[in-house]
């Protein structure tokens, strides 16, 4: 399969800073990448839709001024926590959308970033 | 109504055993239906996609889809303690790329 590549892993960071976590597609090009946070125990939930060139799409709830997401190449998307929370604390996950040669376009997901806020 | 829905299990089998796990869907338009596999901590990884009424196996898994019931299965033969994991279906439909999660069902192979 595709592979999808993120960075950091793990994240500590201070309260009130700003982090950025990477995404990149390492095999193919990604016009379109997708963010999502998972808490402890619960599922997946989509933050945004990362389209290359154009803003991102947020979902119902997600603050784009605190979550930044660029996408300024087919291959890399950049997630950006502003002003940073406790509460944000979260397990941060990237996925991009294949869409080569096959019946349809298949996601894959990067592997993740662990963000810790003191 | 969710617009996937899985049971949260656990779905508890022994090892050699088929597991079976089952996902419903609410848009009639969806096209494309995916399984993921999430270990604790790690992200999600493929297991196999399915867009046409009926089964598709891999190795040890089987996708069925049923697309007049809006149902779609993952079968799990020989299941193994590795297995041990949970199941995520996603569900893509007509004229957008972003999937839809079901929330997930927590599969345990006991030896």
């Known amino acids: ?118 | 109504q969710k617009e996937v829905e899985q049971n949260s299990g656990p779905l508890s089998v022994p090892e050699g055993a088929i597991a079976s796990l089952n996902c419903t869907y609410s848009d009639r338009g969806s096209q494309s239906f995916f399984w993921y596999r999430q270990y604790s901590g790690k992200s999600p990884e493929l297991i196999m996609f399915i867009y046409s009424n009926g089964d598709k196996e891999d190795g040890r898994f089987t996708a069925q889809l049923n697309k007049a019931s809006q149902y779609v299965s993952l079968l799990i033969r020989d299941s193994q303690p590795s297995d041990s994991a949970t199941y995520l279906c996603a569900v893509r439909g007509g004229g957008y790329n972003k999937l839809i999660f079901g929330a997930g069902t927590r599969l345990a192979v006991h030896p």
């Not at chain 1, 990149?24 to 933050?47: G, I």
């Not at chain 1, 784009?64 to 087919?74: G, R, T, V, Y």
């Not at chain 1, 950049?78 to 979260?90: F, G, K, N, Q, Y």
């Open chain 1, 1 to 118: 399969g595709a592979v999808v590549s993120q960075h950091p892993s793990w994240v500590i960071c201070k309260s009130g800073t700003s982090v950025k976590i990477e995404c990149r597609s390492l095999d193919f090009q990604a016009t379109t990448m997708f963010w999502y946070r998972q808490f402890p125990k619960q599922s997946l939930m989509l933050m945004a839709t990362s389209n290359e060139g154009s803003k991102a799409t947020y979902e119902q709830g997600v603050e784009k001024d605190k979550f930044l997401i660029n996408h300024a190449s087919l291959t890399l998307s950049t997630l950006t926590v502003t002003s940073a929370h406790p509460e944000d604390s979260s397990f941060y996950i990237c996925s991009a959308l294949w869409t080569g040669a096959g019946p349809g376009n298949t996601i894959y997901f990067g592997e993740g970033s662990w963000l810790t806020v003191v």
